[in-house]
């Protein structure tokens, strides 16, 4: 079955950064696009960062553009994400997402905490 697995969450200090990834099984991982979300408490969740299967395309939110970077392995089944220039605002849970087949599968989150 699908299978998503984030690590490298923490806390780190205002501008301070950070490397998110997130092992993919289960797929063919090269024939689908990735994403990242996240979610702080009491908010919604949101898209913060998503590329194409090819590497051809990335999109970012507005509120992490020009900081983030998203960018993925085939050959290890890996989807990354690079938070520099961190901010409190960015505390949150960091999920990684597909939609394989019509069905939108999860990781179980990683937890990203920006504090001095």
């Known amino acids: 079955q699908v299978q998503l697995v984030e690590s490298g969450g923490g806390l780190v200090q205002p501008g301070g950064s950070l490397r998110l990834s997130c092992a993919a099984s289960?797929?063919?991982?090269?024939?689908?696009?990735m994403s990242w979300y996240r979610q702080a408490p009491g908010k919604e969740r949101e898209l913060i960062a998503r590329?194409?299967?090819?590497?051809?395309?990335?999109n970012y939110a507005d509120s992490v553009k020009g900081r983030f970077t998203i960018s993925r392995d085939n050959a290890k089944n890996t989807v990354y994400l690079q938070m520099n220039s961190l901010k409190p605002d960015d505390t949150a849970v960091y999920y990684c997402?597909?939609?394989?087949?019509?069905?939108?599968?999860w990781g179980q989150g990683t937890q990203v905490t920006v504090s001095s």
């Open positions: 997402y597909a939609l394989i087949r019509g069905f939108g599968s």
């Open positions: 289960g797929f063919t991982f090269s024939n689908y696009a």
């Open positions: 590329i194409t299967s090819t590497r051809a395309n990335t």
